[in-house]
């Protein structure tokens, strides 16, 4: 498998929850429950599984919590969707997020590169 990574993804055991995808074009979905499971995390991006079937090309407003409870908010675009045999895996870019981020995330692989 070819490596399309800009950065390097760390493992993350966080949660998250999407209520809401839109498309540039206003185009809305609402009301989704599905619960998320962030399987990795790095400065350009997210990794996540789900059991809700997410469209590609959407985004969604997210707020990642790390440890020592920073909590980041940012907009992702789901750019890739892969059929798993319990759900699915999704691949985001991070579009939108504060310019403290990359600070953040550092500081986040550090305490894992570190335990």
């Known amino acids: 498998m070819i490596e399309m990574r800009r950065e ?3 493992p993350a055991s ?7 995808l839109y498309k540039q074009d206003n185009d809305k979905v609402e009301g989704l429950s599905e619960p998320i499971l962030i399987t990795d995390v790095s400065k350009a991006g997210i990794g996540f599984k789900s059991n809700a079937s997410l ?3 959407y985004y969604f407003n997210a707020a990642l919590t790390l440890s ?3 909590t980041l908010k940012c907009v992702v675009h789901i750019i890739r969707k892969m059929d798993l045999e319990d759900g699915f895996h999704y ?3 991070i579009v939108g997020a504060a310019s403290i981020m990359d600070y953040v995330i550092n500081d986040y692989a550090a305490s894992l590169e570190s335990e």
């Open 91 to 93: 691949g985001c870019e």
């Open 14 to 20: 966080l949660s998250l929850e999407v209520t809401s």
């Open 8 to 10: 390097k993804r760390w």
């Open 55 to 57: 469209p590609e090309g």
């Open 68 to 70: 020592k409870g920073e």
